[in-house]
């Protein structure tokens, strides 16, 4: 039997010849392995959404807590103001383990405002946050250079959050600002307003002292899908 031809192995350089130059790339994009598409990036409720129902007063207690939790600033005043006992809360499930919370409207129709993933933080939506810039939600800044990448949906890289730009809340000797899986806002230097909501997967003192690797994943970014959503019918 004739062997098989050898198969010749060719490599590419990087369009990039200085690694000075890679290093605001590599500060705001990961691998392809690493980019974890966003919850809400393609969502649309006349199709994502599947049952709702009404959600208790022990349960909505339960929810207020871990809002309270991942957001201390807030006071139980503000919380009852926000979330009144009455109507309800409005529960969506939204695939297999994605909830969202929905207010009720008078006019009719529900107002997501929360939403949760599996067991893990209960977040706020972006038009929710905007709509009470008062509130003072637990965050953190990316620099400039991160906008355009938190905006397609990509997870936000350490040194996005270290370069100047960049602000995480300060790390104590009792414990690091913001703990793995803390839920978060996400602001952008020098922008008024927040672009992203995501949750810590590693704490504000691993990411300053390792400086590599995804810091936080997106769940949710100005003008995805959930962006795009006033009411659920």
């Known amino acids: 039997h004739t062997p ?16 000075q130059k890679l290093i605001p790339f590599i500060a705001c994009i990961a691998t392809k392995a690493e980019i974890l598409t966003a919850m809400f990036k393609n969502f649309d409720p006349s199709q994502d959404v599947s049952t709702s129902t009404q959600v208790k007063a022990s349960v909505q207690r339960g929810i207020k807590a871990q809002i309270f939790k991942s957001h201390p600033s807030m006071t139980d005043d503000i919380l009852d103001e926000l979330l009144p006992k009455k109507p309800p809360l409005v529960q ?4 297999p383990h ?3 919370y929905c207010k009720q409207k008078d006019g009719g129709g529900d107002e997501p405002v929360f939403f949760q993933h599996r067991d893990g933080p209960i977040l706020p939506t972006l038009k929710f946050v905007n709509k009470f810039p ?8 990316v620099d ?3 906008i355009p990448f938190v905006l397609g949906g990509a997870n936000i890289m350490c040194p996005g959050l270290t370069n100047e730009g960049g602000e995480m809340p300060p790390d104590g000797e009792d414990g690091p600002g913001l703990a793995k899986g803390d839920g978060v806002v996400v602001y952008a230097e020098g922008k008024e307003f927040p ?3 995501g949750f810590m997967t590693m704490s504000s003192k691993d990411i300053r002292k390792k400086n590599k690797g995804s810091g936080i994943e997106v769940c949710h970014f100005l003008g995805d899908g959930l962006w795009g959503t006033d009411e659920i019918q």
Do not use: I, N, W
């Open 4 to 19: 098989p031809p050898k198969v010749a192995h060719r490599t590419f350089d990087l369009p990039f010849t200085s690694k």
């Open 92 to 95: 969506y499930k939204c695939g």
């Open 134 to 141: 008062q509130l003072e939600f637990t965050k953190v800044a």
């Open 98 to 100: 994605l909830m969202l």
């Open 144 to 146: 400039k250079g991160a």
């Open 195 to 197: 672009l992203a909501v």
